[in-house]
């Protein structure tokens, strides 16, 4: 399949409204000429970015699983719970399909999407040209399904706002819960700041040369 | 547009580039996100204390990762792991304590299982009917750390924080004595009983007791301590005894002190010393006794109702007690006795006779004495309703003379036959003399009397009743006529009256005349003169 890009043109495409566009001499920032935003021929500093993004989501894994979720306080004593051991407590007492929910929306999603944007960007900057229809798949995915992550956050949000009876019965979100909000946000960054261009662009190339 | 000028060699500009800020500030989030993850794994690790083992014989009421280790109330810690020991006889629990608590992990520092426990004494851990156990912790004041503990499978009575002394009381036996029974003095409850164990050779009990502040201060090196264990009732020659501390003694047992009155204030005890654990009051505050002198008492008279232990009593005054009683074969009278062994505390004797000093010098020779002048030993009856002796001594100075055999071992008192033996004998006398009274021919004299009597009143009763009926009919006639003969209206009455009346007229007559005759003493001879007009 021999198709002439719009970067082999020398041509750029708006990232919000579409429109294709001839690059100005003048001028190093370049803007739509419909809408306004600004031009690049790819994201700017898209791979770097976006290993920024993803090493600290990485980094903030670690205390988002570790440190507890929700802090319950009740008459018969405190308890604090991690996701993982809201999970096994779930699994335990008998609510399976509700520990799958949340063990894949809390923790194998999470994951799974830094495993997924660490492999894209690997391959980019390799410049291979393996199975590029199957990633951008995978990036479509990644994109997708990231803000369902939220699902745990939004469950300790609401019982924080809900459950407050002083002495009797009290919950406070935990430490691990501002973690997981962050690392789920700066997914959603790196994978916004990941060019999917960038995975097409050896295999042009590599028809250029070869 | 101008055309550009081919010829000159000049240097192309180079297009500045912006500054690459936005790079710069995209590398800014790992940083602040490892710093932030940094932060957190540092707090941990730095929070992080010790983490120590606690072996309990169950598990019961602990669950790893939220049963709490709670010293005052306060969270130190919590049981990360629950495992059986290797030879699987005990439970190893595993926890984590909190850093700030590590100075509290030391050799004497105790834990405990709080559950909830119902007893006489007390419902304690009611809270954790809800909440689950916990582990209870009290700190010990060694300074050597630990982190191996053995849990305790009762909760201490006391803990370290308390202010007071513990002691060791060792006694025959337990009595009622249960841990954490009450400990009075003078019916205030001023401690409590810590542990309570069969000594190892088993001829004993030990038993620890914790004595709060300030009443650590009354137990003395001379306090005596004794069972206070419900009632102690009993029953002896001194009557009838009914001695408790409290109901709450009475349920649950307790033990009691006190100082024995007489003797001079000591100073206050050791922290655990060692007392005796008497079983009674009576028996704890009894003076001490250090010169005791055995006697023998040989009576003919039966025993019933002398034990070991009844009192010997001089006029009233405790001396001694019995300590054996037993029979013996005395070969000169071919008769069969009874010994009692009786113990005299002779500082009894000798305190209470300090007038006789000197004497007491020789106690022999004062003993000797006091035979001479008739001192001898006799059963009394202590208790009438229940039969209970006791051995008497007094002085009987018309008692056979008698001596004591210094050579025997031990010495032989003389007694005397007691009371009820002489009653006893005079009441046999007495019945002998009864049986000689010729009873039945008193009966037949009566008998003849008690005829002759009836015969009499027959007698009366013919003759002389209807003549004393008629005497009675006669006089009962002569009384009538007396009565009309008295009557107001009767002539006799009238006839006295008229009389009286002639009497008064004459009476009346002759004054007049004697009136005249005065006056004209002449007509004595001359007559009565006319009246001249």
Redesign the interface.
């Known amino acids: 399949m021999t198709t002439t890009t719009a970067a082999e043109a020398g041509m750029l495409g708006c990232h919000a409204c579409g429109l294709l566009s001839r690059p100005s001499a003048a001028g190093h920032t370049l803007e739509c000429a419909r809408c306004g935003a600004s031009l690049h021929v790819r994201k700017p500093y898209s791979i770097s970015r976006t290993w920024a993004f993803l090493m600290a989501a990485a980094i903030l894994y670690i205390p988002a699983n570790v440190l507890p979720v929700m802090e319950t306080g009740s008459l018969f004593g405190a308890q604090k719970d991690t996701i993982l051991s809201g999970v096994v407590y779930l699994w335990t007492s008998g609510s399976w399909p509700l520990a799958a929910i949340i063990f894949v929306a809390s923790i194998m999603v999470p994951g799974g999407k830094l495993l997924a944007l660490t492999v894209l960007l690997v391959s980019v900057q390799r410049r291979s040209s393996w199975n590029p229809l199957e990633r951008t798949k995978l990036y479509r995915m990644v994109e997708l399904v990231g803000r369902w992550s939220m699902v745990d956050i939004y469950v300790v949000a609401i019982l924080t706002a809900l459950v407050q009876f002083k002495a009797l019965a009290t919950i406070k979100a935990g430490p691990g819960a501002i973690a997981f909000g962050a690392v789920v946000v700066l997914t959603m960054f790196a994978a916004e700041s990941f060019d999917p261009r960038l995975i097409w662009d050896p295999l042009e190339e590599r028809q250029r040369h070869g | 547009m101008a055309e550009a000028p081919q010829d000159f060699d000049l240097p192309e500009a180079v297009?500045a580039?912006?500054r690459?800020w936005?790079?710069s500030i995209?590398?800014a989030?790992?940083i602040?996100?490892?710093l932030?993850?940094g932060w957190?794994?540092f707090k941990?690790i730095s929070e992080q204390g010790p983490t120590i083992t606690i072996t309990f014989k169950t598990a019961e009421g602990l669950e790893a990762?939220?049963t709490?280790i709670k010293y005052k109330n306060v969270d130190v810690g919590e049981v990360k792991q629950i495992a059986l020991s290797r030879d699987a006889s005990e439970v190893v629990v595993t926890a984590e304590v909190v850093k700030g608590a590590t100075p509290y992990l030391v050799e004497d520092t105790r834990f405990w299982v709080v559950r909830p426990r119902i007893g006489a004494g007390g419902v304690s851990g009611l809270g954790t009917l809800?909440?689950?156990g916990y582990i209870g912790a009290d700190v010990g004041k060694s300074s050597q750390a630990r982190r191996k503990f053995t849990g305790l499978e009762v909760p201490p009575v006391f803990t370290s924080d308390v202010p007071g002394r513990q002691f060791v009381l060792r006694g025959h036996d337990l009595g009622s004595v249960g841990i954490g029974d009450t400990v009075f003095f003078r019916r205030v409850q001023v401690g409590q009983v810590t542990a309570a164990e069969l000594d190892k050779d088993g001829n004993g009990v030990t038993v620890r007791i914790f004595v709060n502040a300030p009443y650590d201060q009354y137990v003395t090196t001379n306090t005596r301590f004794w069972h206070a264990s419900g009632i102690d009732l009993s029953l002896d020659a001194g009557g009838f005894k009914v001695h408790t501390e409290s109901l709450a003694a009475i349920i649950l047992g307790g033990i009691a002190f006190q100082t024995p009155p007489g003797i001079a204030v000591s100073a206050p005890a050791e922290a655990d010393a060692v007392f005796t654990l008497f079983s009674d009051r009576a028996q704890a505050m009894r003076l001490p006794d250090t010169t005791v002198k055995s006697y023998a008492v040989v009576f003919d008279e039966s025993l019933r109702g002398l034990e070991p232990g009844s009192p010997v009593d001089f006029r009233g005054v405790l001396l001694g007690e019995v300590k054996e009683i037993g029979v013996q074969y005395n070969p000169v009278g071919k008769q069969i006795q009874m010994r009692v062994e009786v113990l005299i505390f002779r500082d009894r004797l000798i305190s209470r006779m300090k007038m006789m000093a000197p004497e007491a010098k020789d106690p022999k020779a004062f003993v000797d004495t006091l035979v001479v002048h008739g001192l001898r030993a006799q059963l009394r009856t202590g208790n009438l309703l229940t039969g209970q002796l006791y051995v008497a001594m007094d002085f009987f100075p018309t008692a056979k003379p008698a001596a004591i055999d210094w050579t025997k071992e031990p010495p032989e008192l003389p007694t005397m036959p007691g009371g009820l033996q002489e009653l006893q004998a005079s009441v046999t006398g007495l019945a002998r003399k009864l049986q000689k009274i010729p009873f039945e021919q008193i009966g037949a004299d009566v008998h003849q009397v008690l005829q002759s009597a009836d015969k009499l009143v027959n007698r009366l009763d013919a003759e002389v009743a209807p003549e004393a009926r008629a005497t009675l009919a006669e006089a009962r006639k002569t009384l009538g006529t007396a009565e009309r003969t008295l009557n107001r209206d009767a002539p006799l009455q009238v006839d006295a009256r008229q009389a009286l009346r002639e009497i008064s007229r004459a009476a009346q007559a002759l004054r007049a005349l004697s009136d005249y005759l005065e006056r004209h003493p002449e007509a004595l001879i001359r007559g009565k003169r006319e009246q001249k007009p």
């Open positions: 297009a580039s912006k690459r936005s790079l995209v590398w989030i790992p602040v996100a490892a932030a993850g957190l794994a941990a990762g939220k709490k809800f909440s689950g």
